[in-house]
């Protein structure tokens, strides 16, 4: 009869297990109670108003309407960003895995990429501000989108790049043999392949630039109203619940959890949304 | 290149049948890819020294030997795919109906749509069924409408006999077949380029025994249309492919003929020693 005992082997199992165990509740307790503190302290505030109205009763920290004002600026500005982000990682990401591969320069470009991903974005924000003055372009929605582009592409092309680097090596010499180019494994093959792993990419730089507030403090500016201009300034969602704490007023405060608090739903939204469309692009992918 | 491939065809009408061409002498012969003085190297190892060897048009030309003798490099010279391998290089001539493959002047994607490659492990592109035969179609732009497709992924898929069993799921993706499918999907695929010559690298060392059998079927009929090469490491495997044989010991190419002399009266001691098991 084989009988279970408590050996060096089976301990040190059993701690290690332990303390990964612990490690993962800490983070879902912090997480809880992050949630928890929004929730309750965001959910009586948050009125249909507040989705709906652009702020009333004199300036942006009122005491009534809402804050459409920065849902809608947030939106326009991750959006945005993400877009024109998109639109420089996905080419980077392709050109450094097909031809700089582990090359010197890859490697360079790479821990250049990782550098700047790790630059606090206060520093984007004034970064900003020096080229909107040097070419002149004042607080606004353009200014903010470039800048929140300029935060956003280090992550979409990092995240890209790992996606990519997966790709079975059997996968694209299966595509060479067939006499395509290196161009067309990228585009019709890599692409294809990696499709789930680049909608991930793109809304975890989205998620992060919708909840940057430092970026676009000097860039975006705040108003009261809509933005309808890419040259006028805009709202945003992470200055708004800023600003609304920042206030001596219990109203305001509350509201500003509440701001919070769509914010939170926004992205829960998107990461739902990445989530499900995901599974339905991995379908075809070889795993 | 149509012009040349006429008048291939018209030689090939002429040709003796394999077992009454004289051991090692191809000069009458029909030869489809010719090496001369081929080196490579991996880095500073060499894994291949100086090659001379002829590959008959429409025969199944089967590679053997030892692990790490060099077959497989071999194989991946005849479609430009050993520079994909990084510190690969070579010296020396592949020659295709005449034309250097390594030539300056020559697009290595043209070299690789000539000729077909089945890998020792199927990869299924990331797509459908359907999408994996006409994926090559459509790099090559060879067909000019949805009409013609469907037609020659239908026609491919039969000639690798796997029509039947998946012409009710064309839209799956590939990746949902057996592994055995799998492999015939990539025979489809490679020969839907319409390549002139066929490669296979251990083609069936993946598969199960079925599976093995009915790819070997399918590369015996098709020698009538293709000029196949096929590396191997199982003896009978080439014992039942073979027309032409090639024996590669530590890089080099100890002998080659016609699959009857070299199995039944092997000139070479080490060929004779492999023949009998002694690796």
Request: charged share 20%; glycine share 8%.
């Amino acid at each position: 009869m084989i009988t279970k005992r408590w050996s060096r082997r089976r301990i040190t199992e059993a701690f290690v297990k332990g303390m990964m165990f612990i490690s993962l509740a800490l983070v879902a307790a912090s997480l809880g109670v992050i949630l928890w503190t929004v929730i309750i302290r965001g959910l009586p505030a948050l009125t249909w108003d507040m989705v709906t109205q652009t702020p009333k009763g004199g300036y942006y920290m009122g005491k009534a309407g809402g804050v459409l004002n920065a849902i809608i600026g947030s939106l326009y500005l991750a959006g945005g960003g993400t877009a024109m982000a998109l639109l420089f990682s996905l080419p980077i990401a392709l050109y450094l895995e097909t031809y700089l591969g582990d090359s010197t320069w890859g490697r360079y470009v790479r821990l250049s990429l990782d550098v700047l991903w790790g630059i606090p974005s206060i520093v984007y924000g004034a970064f900003g501000f020096t080229l909107m003055l040097a070419i002149g372009l004042r607080a606004s929605l353009l200014a903010g989108i470039i800048v929140l582009s300029l935060l956003e592409l280090p992550i979409m092309v990092r995240a890209m790049d790992e996606v990519i680097r997966r790709m079975p090596v059997d996968l694209e010499q299966a595509a060479l043999a067939l006499g395509s180019t290196k161009l067309e494994v990228a585009l019709r093959v890599v692409t294809r392949q990696m499709l789930p792993g680049i909608v991930t990419a793109i809304l975890l730089a989205f998620g992060r630039g919708i909840g940057d507030a430092a970026s676009v403090l000097f860039t975006a500016g705040y108003t009261d109203r809509i933005p309808t201009s890419l040259l006028r300034p805009t709202a945003s969602l992470p200055l708004a619940v800023f600003f609304q704490l920042a206030t001596p007023y219990p109203e305001v405060q509350r509201r500003g959890y509440a701001s919070a608090l769509i914010l939170t739903i926004i992205v829960l939204i998107v990461s739902l949304g990445s989530r499900w469309m995901s599974s339905r692009l991995n379908k075809y992918t070889v795993k | 290149m149509n012009g040349a491939n006429m008048e291939a065809d018209a030689r090939t009408t002429d040709l003796n049948t394999p077992t009454q061409r004289a051991r090692g002498s191809t000069a009458d012969a029909d030869i489809h890819i010719e090496v001369r003085n081929l080196n490579a190297f991996y880095g500073s190892i060499q894994a291949l020294k100086n090659i001379n060897l002829e590959v008959p048009r429409r025969q199944i030309t089967v590679i053997m030997g030892p692990s790490g003798c060099g077959k497989s490099t071999l194989l991946k010279t005849f479609n430009r795919f050993l520079e994909l391998t990084d510190g690969a290089r070579i010296t020396g001539e592949v020659l295709l109906d005449g034309q250097d493959i390594y030539g300056s002047q020559v697009d290595e994607t043209e070299v690789r749509k000539r000729v077909g490659l089945l890998a020792q492990r199927p990869s299924a592109l990331p797509m459908s069924i359907y999408e994996n035969v006409a994926y090559g179609m459509h790099i090559h732009r060879l067909k000019r409408n949805r009409r013609e497709y469907k037609d020659s992924v239908r026609h491919y898929l039969e000639i690798a006999g796997l029509w039947e069993e998946v012409h009710k799921r064309l839209h799956d993706p590939a990746t949902s077949l057996s592994i055995g499918q799998q492999q015939r999907l990539c025979l489809a695929r490679g020969l839907a380029v319409e390549p002139e010559i066929i490669l296979g690298d251990e083609p069936t060392s993946a598969l199960d025994p079925i599976s093995s059998q009915n790819i070997e079927r399918r590369l015996l009929d098709l020698k009538k249309d293709y000029t196949t090469v096929i590396v191997t490491h199982t003896l009978r495997q080439a014992k039942r492919l073979a027309d032409f044989v090639v024996y590669m010991y530590l890089g080099e190419v100890i002998e080659s003929g016609p699959a009857g002399e070299v199995f039944n009266q092997p000139k070479h001691e080490r060929t004779r020693a492999y023949l009998e098991g002694q690796f």
